[in-house]
């Protein structure tokens, strides 16, 4: 099956630092991943649709110049969190998607990464 | 956009009874719903997921039904075990969008 790999798993570093961390797909091409956010006790919540080869599209109340995606290949993209803070502390977990398939009913699974723990101190 | 509603939040079964978890949508032209487990700090799980196309679909102990009129889906498990006590997700997408997610279920399974 089509596996993402996400590293690095856990982070902890200082306030003001700046984390990058890396989703790759390991047996598929991606050119399309996805960066949530979810913070202890809640659901996923998207924040930015990155695209191989273009620039990412960012949902509404994420900043993008402190949330960097650059997605340079077909089987990586990476999350840079620029000059964390604590209040970015979360649980960071990107997905891709299958290339789209064939007919009208081409929608396709996403699969997970493992997720990145990023505590702030 | 799409916005996913779940309901309960919480869900507390014994060992043998069945647990029942809905959620809504909002976008019709979803098309894709798929239903996740996720345990403590570990990547959400894909246990079943249903097309728009279907209206029930079946795996073992489990079971996903699509009322596309009301927009509205639900997980069915039958026979719980302490073993399935997690945090269930529903979700919902259209073709070359992102999956939007409900805000979850804890369900505990007690022996």
């Known amino acids: 099956g089509a596996v993402v790999s996400q590293h690095p798993s856990w982070v902890i570093c200082k306030s003001g630092t700046s984390v990058k961390i890396e989703c790759r797909s390991l047996?598929?091409?991606?050119?399309?991943m996805f960066w949530y956010r979810q913070f202890p006790k809640q659901s996923l919540m998207l924040m930015a649709t990155?695209?191989?080869?273009?620039?990412?599209?960012?949902e509404q109340g994420v900043e993008k110049d402190k949330f960097l995606i650059n997605h340079a290949s077909l089987t990586l993209s990476t999350l840079t969190v620029t000059s964390a803070h604590p209040e970015d502390s979360s649980f960071y977990i990107c997905?891709?998607?299958?290339?789209?398939?064939?007919?009208?009913?081409?929608?396709?699974?996403?699969?997970f990464g493992d997720g990145t723990r990023l505590s702030i101190l | 956009g799409e916005n996913v509603e779940q309901h309960p939040s919480t869900l507390s079964v014994q060992e043998g009874d069945s647990a029942v978890i809905k959620c809504t949508y909002s976008?019709?032209?979803?098309?894709?719903f798929p239903w996740y487990k996720q345990e403590l700090g570990k990547r959400p799980q894909l246990i079943i997921d249903?097309?728009?196309?279907?209206g029930e679909k079946k795996d073992q102990r489990i079971a996903v039904t699509l009322n596309k009129t009301a927009k509205h889906f639900s997980l069915h498990i039958t026979e719980t075990q302490p073993e399935d006590s997690a945090v269930y997700f529903c979700?919902?997408?259209?073709?070359?969008?992102?999956?939007?997610f409900g805000k979850g279920t804890t369900l505990s399974v007690s022996s």
């Open positions: 997905s891709a998607r299958d290339p789209p398939g064939q007919g009208a009913n081409s929608n396709q699974p996403q699969h």
């Open positions: 976008d019709s032209a979803s098309n894709y």
């Open positions: 047996d598929f091409q991606a050119t399309t």
């Open positions: 979700a919902a997408k259209q073709a070359g969008t992102a999956l939007i």
């Open positions: 249903i097309r728009s196309n279907v």
């Open positions: 990155s695209n191989e080869g273009s620039k990412a599209t960012y």
